[in-house]
């Protein structure tokens, strides 16, 4: 039975905390879009975020959500996947979320491949605790916790994740909405972990350059500078540019995606349960003397 | 004719006393006797001192033993560094490698030192009769067969097992150094001769750990996700379930730090998976923000804290029992979060299981509070008759419920919501660290903040009865009490026997679930006391002081703590409750 299931089968009645003209609310948008596109029923899915504004998101849709703690999402939704391979499992959050407090956890989803896909929305600011320095905030940005100007390099989300051996990375932006729909889609189409970082404007705290209207002068898609997204190494060469170009589209995509490690787990769980292990109620007998 | 023995071998790393330790524990319980044995260790991983006791009896051990019997010492530098954990009496019979030299004159505290010492050529006779001096420590059991009449047969068994895969030559050497060994023992008699009584009959036990034994409960009780990361001395459990977990359909994550490996943990339930995580202190307290997470959420989980010196890296191989408050109290907001202590490797078992249950039943964190002697102590245990535990499943809602609007934290009388996880058409629901109403919907309410804060502690109310889960043991009448957790209650238990055979009015209480503290069984057990101990291994006296925000304790029941590391002895408990009881009069 496969009904026809439309942007609004995922749209919970929850209405948004979000800032009037946050980019969050694209995001949601595009990603409603992706999901009917893709069909799985919402109860096949889980959709996990750690805290801050974008967090929220998991309680805006249909899904079976998980609004855990902040920076936790990702070990939490490998729990999810390894448990639960058949579920569709997304994970999304802001910069801080990822990769300042949870910024531990990233090499290690992605070193071991569980299938899940990362939605960074980076905003380059705290926004709900309102206004303090993020990791990936502008050197010399003036933040409530920096006023004098930032002293930190930010760090590039898009060629540490590349570095760290993602299978699929993209960046998006609101800008776009056509463009990030597809660009969400296809990371969740992708077998194995998938991030997008999509440049989601706060428009509360957000520097000028930030915003939407920035955007769209600013984005350059990467299909229109020729760019092979097979290319491992011209990938990690553009995502250098983070911080001040703005490409969109995908940077990176295995042609040959590795076996997941969800799928891994299961083969082994096969092979071992064809010997045929002592039933749990006897499983005393292995210490036992005589 | 002797019941009970006591032995403590010391040598440096590399001698081998432990692995002689396993040898004389396999042979004592393959003759039927009961049997356990602990380890203790430098923290070094190679080489260093290490040193382990095993007590034989005829019947149920009950706890390491205090002091020794027997002590082996190979060399005095490293004896001398177990200090309290091996002590020496004017009884003890005090072996050691000749070429030592004596005894020194500070071995142990004026008025105990041993009375009979022995100075044994170890390496010289190994050399001799097996061609190498690394085979002193087979010396060193054959002549505790000799002495002390531990069944040479067995002990000859034991070297097969343990040498015949490693060659003929190896194996052939072993046995002479054994009967060497005995040899020597026949030819220097003890002054006064100290053989073990034979078991009457024996029967098949089983000889493992309390962290095999805790793994097996967890298989046992159908966990199906183990999320953790390695830490002493709990590590042992995630290796046999990365093992054994897989065989049955389960998933062990080796997270890449505590924190990731509770939440994958607390994932896998949300998924609808039993699940557990194990560690020890420090892992604890990085664990304790997803804890609470799994408190607000209502999420099962199992987690057991092995509990080692601390505070911070502390003591990480020697046990203490510490951790109580944490284990408690490491929240933010209000909690309550079961805590559950095995007292031995079997109830470890049964402790597991009601972990499992506990969790399932009402929707919440439950952690086991072992200690580094229970977990890494390998003992004979009586064969677990597991047909009389039953194994609880969480409550799902039914076909009509998901149906009819869904709501995950309904409110009940019992305070308990059907639990759905993902995959399960119409339950579809926000799980979230935020405060929710009954749909899950985030709110800032704090009306709703009450009637949730009020549902989450209501589930637990069951527990205030739940008296399966004390041993009490003495006249319920008694003036004098004796209360003990975790290991501590192994000595405890030895002592109620033997103040009661010297008629002191005592009575003896367990606690096995340690928190939410059951005031009615307390309230009743103290009614009759007026003077008593509360006996264990931390220094501040950690239960003690819980019972006293919870219950009105008898002013005179006094804490009976100290640090880590240096267990109780019985005799001591003893001399302490007869003060108390004479106190009574």
Known sequence: MNTFLGPNDYKSPLKPIWCPGCGDYGVLQALYRALSAIGRPPHEIAFISGIGCSSRIPGYTTAYGFNTVHGRALPIAQGVKLASPELLVVVAGGDGDGFSIGGGHVPHAIRRNVDL???????????????????????????VTSPMGSLEQPINPLLTVLAYGAGFVAQATPADMPGMTALIEEALRYPGFSFVNIQSPCVTFGEEEQQLRAHKARMKPLASLGHDPANQLAALDLARAYGTELYTGVFYRNPEPPPTYDALVRLRQAELQRGEPRPRARVLEAYLRS | MLEDLVVG?????????????ESLLAAASSQGFYALMTKSFGSQIRGGESSCRVRISTRKVPNPGGVLDVAVALNWEDFRRFGAELPLGPDTVLIHEAKAGPPPGDLAPPGRAPRQVLAVPLAEIAKTAAGTDR????????????????????????????FSQKGEGLLEANRKALAAGIAHAAAHPLASPRALVHPAKPSPKLLCDGNEMCASAALFSGCEFFGGYPITPSTEVMQILSRELPKY???????????SGVGAAVGASFAGKKSMTATSGPGMSLKTEVLG???????????????????STGLPTKPEQADLFQAAFSAHGDVLRPVLAPTSVEDTFRLTVEAFNLAERYQTPVVILSDQEIAQRKETVDQIDVSR?????????????????????????????PLSHPG???????????????????????????AMNAKRFRKLEPLQTRTDLFERQGAPDAPLALVSWGSSAGVAREAFVRARALGLPVKLLVPYLLYPVAEPVYREFFTSVRRGLVLELSHQGQLYRVLRMFVDVPAGMTSFARSGAQPFRVDEVLERLQQQAEALR
Request: hydrophobic share 40%; charged share 20%; glycine share 14%.
């Open chain 2, 293 to 311: 997470l799994a408190t607000i959420a209502e999420l099962p989980l199992v987690l057991l804290n092995v509990q080692r010196g601390g505070p």
């Open chain 1, 117 to 143: 896909t990362y939605l960074v929305m980076d905003n380059q600011v705290y926004g709900l605790t309102k206004g303090q320095l993020s990791p990936t905030s502008p050197r010399g940005l003036k933040t």
């Open chain 2, 135 to 162: 085979a002193k420590t087979t010396v060193v059991l054959g002549a505790l067969s000799g002495w002390f009449g531990v069944p040479p047969e067995a002990l000859d068994r034991g070297l097969m097992k343990k």
């Open chain 2, 249 to 259: 359909g389960g998933v062990v994550l080796q997270a890449e730090d505590e924190i």
């Open chain 2, 389 to 417: 535990f039953e194994v609880l499943e969480r409550l799902r809602p039914t076909p009509e419920q998901l149906a009819q609007g869904y709501q995950r934290f309904a409110d009940s009388p019992s305070g308990v919501s």
């Open chain 2, 424 to 450: 399960m058409k119409g339950g579809n629901y926000l799980a979230a660290g935020i405060e929710h109403d009954v749909k899950g919907a985030p709110t800032a309410s704090g009306a709703v903040h009450a």
């Open chain 2, 9 to 21: 071998m010391v040598g440096s790393g590399g001698d081998g006393v432990v692995s002689a330790g």
